[in-house]
């Protein structure tokens, strides 16, 4: 398989090219030196095999932590506002249902 002097474009969707490289048998002639990243910036001119597969996973685990955290940050800010909002018209009704439930009339 040739691929030297060919451009490539190493971000997270070239990791499934890298992993292949690295899994199999193919036999790539100067996969070291003359297979080289075109860019995103800091790649630009480094091998496609040095690659960091473990980056991109980091990508999942980071979005997963930011829906997480701000899940969780919307929710208490609605219980707040619900609270302080609602709050006594909540304490009246628990208490005017515990009232009929005890058969406590007007």
Not at 53 to 79: G, K, P, Q, W
Request: glycine content about 4%; charged content about 15%.
């Amino acid at each position: 398989l040739f691929l030297h002097h060919n451009r490539f474009l190493c971000n997270c969707d070239a990791v499934w090219f890298v992993w292949w490289v690295n899994h199999t048998e193919v036999t790539i002639p100067y996969l070291a030196t003359d297979v080289t990243c075109m860019g995103p910036g800091a790649h630009k001119g480094q091998s496609v095999v040095s690659l960091d597969l473990y980056t991109c996973e980091l990508d999942l685990t980071n979005f997963i932590l930011f829906s997480l955290s701000i899940s969780a940050v919307l929710s208490l800010m609605m219980i707040t506002t619900a609270n302080h909002l609602y709050f006594w018209d909540v304490w009246y009704s628990y208490h005017f249902c515990k009232a009929k439930i005890k058969g406590y009339r007007r």
